[in-house]
Structures are given as C-alpha cells and as structure tokens.
C-alpha cells in the first residue's frame, strides 16, 4: 500500500520519541510481555496442541488477551464461550484460523460466522501473537491511532468496529507500509506487533509530539458505537437477559438501523440494575 508524503511525514514525527519508549523502562518490559505471551501462544496454539487444547489451556490463552481485559473472571468468560461453542468446534475452527490453508480472508471470514463471543479484537490479536509478521491487531488504539495519523484517508474502514477478512488483509498491508516507513527511521527489526507498539505510543502521546496535531474525531467514527453494542448484548445474554436478535431490536450493521444513544444507554441501566438486584 503506497503512502502519501504528508502520511509519511506523520509516522515519522513519532518515530524518535517512540524509539526513546523502546529503548526505555517503560518499552523493556512491554517486549518482555510480549515475547512471554508470543513463546505461551507458541506452545499452546501449536497445530499439534491446539488440536487437543484442554479448557484450562485456552483460559490461559484467552484470559491473557488484552480485548478480554474487561473481564474480571476469566474462567467465567471462557467458560461461557465454550458453552456457547463447544470446546470440539473451539478447537476445529481456532486450528483453521490459524493454521488452515485456505486463503486467510476465507479463515477469518469463517471464524465469524461460526464462533460466538470472541469479536474482531480478541480473533485478530490472537491471529498477530501466532503470525506477527503477516497480521496486525484491529483493536480501539490502533484505530484511533490511524485517524491521528492521517490515514483514515487511506483506509476509512479505520472508522468501523466490524471488518471483513478482505479488509483485515488490506489493513495489514497498510500496518505493513507503516513499518516500512519506521524502518527508514532506523526502527528495523519491527513486526506487525511492533507496529501495534507504535500505534499505541501514538495515540498516548498524541498531542505531545512538536508539529504533530491530533486529528479531531469526525462524525461517523463509530468504532465505540458497535463495540459497546456487542459487549452489552453480550453481558445481557450472561446475565439472565433474552438474547436479543441483531435483526429485531437494532436491525442489520447498517447505520441507520443502529441503536441510538438512548438505547444504549437504556440497556447499560437495565444492566446495572440488575447486577445491584
């Protein structure tokens, strides 16, 4: 993916004060961090293992994610998973997510049809701990990230919370061409990990860094509008309430069947209702 000068220019802002986070304290023990959950996804998620992955192993692997943060107890999100999947398809479609031969759009395309509860962030931050080199990680950061840097003019679909696995692809190719630019920095050695690094040292610093002005959020950024959907649908269903179809209440993914703020809001007090029962 071919970069404008002006985008360029942007990445390259940053280049010296993240390298000053690589080389510090702070930076040291992210990289341990990773490499630790890089060898443990080496491990686990190995063709040979993941084939027979016990529930405890992928609690290990799951609870470790940073999109499964919000939970506090893990072993209730996995095992909510695996009762919504079945730990035998958990472990068919993880094994062709990650290590099948079929194009990787056709993978993660797959993925989201048949698997429940595990959403664009965790399925590609796993993809990205098990393939560094070829994917990235579609999370809120990063994309956020992108519109800071200009980019979103390159790749609106920065703007959405869903993708499709033609469009994971082409956002690695954009994650690609940043790191290509780094290089020239003298930031060599980067994976695609290494570029989740700086675009969340960007989206820190934003504002920080001389000539660099944050980029102003525009309208129709609603990365939060349809993750915070998911999530709550999610905690409901958990939580006694009945599953609501995504084509009743709220419709299709098309903005204007989306909820509103309002009904939003009117499922977040149902919730916080009922979990003070």
Request: some cysteine; aromatic content about 10%.
């Amino acid at each position: 993916m071919k970069l404008e000068e002006s985008h360029r220019q942007a990445i390259t802002r940053y280049a010296p004060s993240f390298r000053q986070y690589l080389q510090g304290p702070d930076g040291q023990r992210d990289q341990q961090e990773r490499d630790k959950r890089v060898e443990l996804y080496r491990q686990l998620l190995a063709p040979e293992n993941l084939r027979a992955i016990s529930e405890p192993e992928l609690s290990q692997v799951i609870g470790s994610l940073w999109a499964s943060a919000l939970w506090g107890n893990k072993a209730y999100l996995v095992g909510k998973i695996v009762q919504d999947n079945s730990l035998e398809t958990l472990r068919e479609v993880l094994s062709d997510l990650l290590w099948g031969k079929a194009p990787l759009p056709d993978r993660f395309d797959a993925f989201g049809r048949r698997i429940k509860g595990l959403g664009p962030a965790s399925v590609t931050e796993l993809l990205a701990f098990v393939h560094p080199e070829e994917c990235g990680l579609w999370n809120d950061k990063a994309r956020k990230a992108l519109v800071i840097l200009g980019l979103d003019a390159v790749f609106p679909k920065v703007k959405k919370y869903h993708l499709t696995g033609t469009e994971y692809v082409a956002f690695n190719d954009l994650l690609k061409a940043i790191r290509d630019v780094l290089t020239a920095q003298g930031l060599t050695g980067l994976d695609l990990l290494g570029v989740d690094f700086f675009l969340f040292h960007v989206w820190e610093t934003q504002g920080q860094v001389v000539s660099v002005t944050p980029a102003p959020e525009t309208a129709d950024y609603d990365f939060d509008h349809d993750e915070m959907v998911d999530k709550l649908v999610s905690i409901g269903q958990w939580m006694g309430f009945k599953a609501i179809p995504q084509n009743s209440l709220w419709g299709t993914r098309r903005r204007e069947c989306l909820p509103t703020a309002n009904q939003v809001l009117e499922l977040s007090l149902r919730l916080f209702r009922r979990a003070c029962v």
